[in-house]
């Protein structure tokens, strides 16, 4: 019986040597965020009482790091390894892996499109349930200050938003000097101002709906949301083309690795 052999068959060094360093690259960026997500945890107290995890309301964006920083870690680490152990399973696994998440990305896409208004209801609702919990959290915090004034905008729909948050709500027995205010990060502010004044924000809804837009901004935050898209189209969809060039190019170098092996391996 005739059984065909390769002739020399090998594991290219160049594709090996590509698919190490690019896992390394990702390997130490999940390291990185991992790493930032601890110390963000540490410094609000978290790891040392880690029940504060539970009693956040809203959304923790130390979870996305970490997550995020979770699976770049694993993904890197398995082709790094892979590549340097000629370990097909490793590799079957990254490149698995990664082809299941760029299906998510393309579901996801083709789903919002779709599903336009139920995903507008979606981040509305996202929004506001962490306009309750704003006080809650640090990051948080920080998050929807820096979203409202990158945006230039207040609340999800209007500022009225924010009486949903029991430190800015009017009402007869709320007593805080943030009574019927809103986050300095809804404040006009004058660009020749070098000191950010938090207390901007302080009693501008107890005073007329119309001089509103005289202190702060008047546009919702999903407006400027559906404002900004338009107009930056190009700009998601050149990150997203990069994104998946980038996944499929970890696709091939795997693929093109498990193949050499298993000549490799078949040879002898």
Known sequence: MYYYRYESAEVSCCFKYLMFTYNIIFWLAGVALIAAGFWAWSEKGVLSDLTQVTR???FDPVWLVLVVGGVTFILGFAGCVGALRENICLLKFFSGVIGFIFFLELMAAVLAVVFQSQVKQWINDFFLANIRAYR??????NLIDSLQRMNQCCGAQEPK???????????????????CGVPFSCCINDPADSVVNTQCGYDVRSKSKGQWS??????GCMAALENWLPGNLYTVAIVFIIISLLQMVGIYLARTLISDIEKVKFSY
């Open 214 to 219: 005289d202190f702060i901004y008047t546009t």
């Open 136 to 141: 809650d959290d640090i990051d948080l915090q």
């Open 161 to 179: 938003d924010w009486d949903l948050n029991n430190y800015f709500r009017c009402n007869g027995t709320h007593l805080t000097r943030e009574k």
């Open 56 to 58: 956040l309301h809203g």
